[in-house]
């Protein structure tokens, strides 16, 4: 870990040259308006560790909107402005940097969204969930790169605490309970000995989080890289029992989760995929619970809800040479997230085989006729043409046909037989 408090040198090391320029034109188009700026939050604790974090946030004492447009017009960037807020986010090319008035919170009650007021910045990193979230470095010219870190972050960097800024915060906010264990378990950290006590505390106080503000908190334990390894922390400290009192984080979860991450799975579908093998030990009652207590949104819970439809699939896929046609009849119809989720949910090597055949393979499978080529061979318009259209798909599938002249030769014969 660097030793020197101006971090200006490690900024140009882990940075990218078009990110230290434009922190550089800022800072001081900030200083000339009277202005000081920072850069706040998880990237300063990143370059402290020497990891890469490219999601950069600021923190101006004065104006962030107004320095955010002057900052656009540097970049040619697009910029969205929540005035309300006092917050603006700037992309452009690849990247995306987030503008906010530094800022004090209070809280009325537990769980409520803060009150906020414009504030120093002293005030804005007190505001913040951890002491290794709660530095920030100085981007005006003159001090550039100055490490700013009041709560001691560096020092529970070094010895790999996560510790809370105070007494109060988990009861404020709880889902910081959640975060702690992100960054605890993503960092490799240990929670800090008061700040395990207050949470084990305030274990209460996740049931004055809105649903949403809990699912969300889950959707970014489930971005993880390792989500297992926070699933069984919050099991141990008895966090995850108040997501629903049926989630179990087992060894053969975390069996399932690495499993998933060996299959190609689709990096958008990643989430649902973990949010199905999570809940796939529920029963369907707790499932529906689950989803209602949650607001899973539609996407997500048809990956949960075709999970569980599929197990009353397993049986039947686990036969062994069973038909393509058969496999096919099976499966179809279903998330293919689901799909996913059962090949890696599965101790049958035949069953995971059969979805990985339907997954990769099957699925694609269809005649080459169409449904008027049908018609014109004297199939009745009506019911009838999907039914040969099904037919064709079957031999197809089961290796009977494979060429359109085939397919024309067994209709003819079909039609036949059907005088
Ligand atoms: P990650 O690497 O997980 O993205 P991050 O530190 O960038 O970590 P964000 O969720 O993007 O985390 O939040 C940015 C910063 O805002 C945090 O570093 C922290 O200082 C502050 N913060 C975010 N959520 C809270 C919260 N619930 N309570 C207090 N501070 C918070």
Redesign the pocket.
Known sequence: MAETKNLSSRIKEYLPSELTGFLEAVGAIAAYQGYHLYL???????LLLDRS?L?L?LVVEGDAVALAQQAASVTQGKLTVHRRFGTARLRWGKWSIDFARARS?TYDRPGALPRVNPGSLSED?F????T???MAINLNPGCYGELIDSYGGRADLEKRLVRVLHEK?FT??A??IW?AL??EQ?LDFQLEADTRRLLARDIPMLDTISSDRVRHELE?VLKEAQPEKVLRRAKELKVLSRLHPALKASHTLSARFQRAREVTIPESQLASVYLALLTYPLTDKEMEDFISLLRVPGRSAEVVRDSQRLKTKLKLLATANLAPSRIYTALQGYAPAALLVSAVATDSPAVSRNIGLFYGWLRYVKPSLTGDCLIQMGVAPGPGVREFLERLRAARLDGEIATRQEEREVVTKWLQERG
């Open positions: 706040v939050g998880g990237v300063v604790r990143d974090n999601d946030d919170e990193l505001r913040r969930d951890f290794i979230n709660a915060s404020d906010d889902t910081r975060r992100r960054y993503r970014l």
